[in-house]
């Protein structure tokens, strides 16, 4: 008896997972696409943060669904496709990682480049002002 009840157990459980594979979509969008849809997502949500209307410049997921020629619901349904495998989402997250990383790399560049050196010089006082002697 409970021979069979474990073997029943186990080939419910099996039967369950295999059900759980998510299908792939009609229009399957290209890995190296869809990083570069889940980078401009997440630029998009940094400004969000930042600035809660970038709407104001145009800038909505709508435009970046546009700019690559897919909707809201091909792009959902090939994201849970994607993360459906783990280690394969995990790597485009890592590409989109290493891409925000190299682009902050940049930026941080640019901003020592055209920031003026530390140099402390000592500020006339101002002539309203008292002075200590």
């Known amino acids: 008896m409970k021979k069979s009840l474990l073997f029943f157990s186990l080939l419910i459980l099996l039967?369950?997972?295999?059900?759980a594979?998510?299908?792939?979509p009609e229009k399957l969008i290209d890995k190296e696409e869809m990083v570069n849809i889940i980078y401009d997502v997440s630029i998009l949500e940094a400004m969000r943060?930042?600035?809660p209307s970038p709407a104001e410049?145009?800038?909505t997921r709508d435009?970046?669904?546009k700019k690559y020629h897919v909707d809201s619901l091909q792009f959902a349904q090939n994201n849970e496709y994607y993360a459906s495998d783990i280690q394969e989402y995990k790597k485009?997250?890592?590409k989109v990682n290493a891409r925000v990383e190299k682009e902050k790399n940049t930026a941080d560049s640019l901003a020592k480049k055209t920031t003026p050196s530390n140099k402390t010089t000592?500020?006339?006082p101002a002539s309203d002002s008292p002075q200590v002697k």
């Open 92 to 94: 485009i997250y890592d």
């Open 122 to 124: 000592p500020a006339a």
């Open 49 to 51: 943060a930042r600035n």
């Open 15 to 19: 039967i369950g997972c295999n059900d």
């Open 21 to 24: 594979m998510v299908k792939k």
């Open 63 to 65: 435009y970046i669904y």
């Open 57 to 59: 410049h145009g800038i």
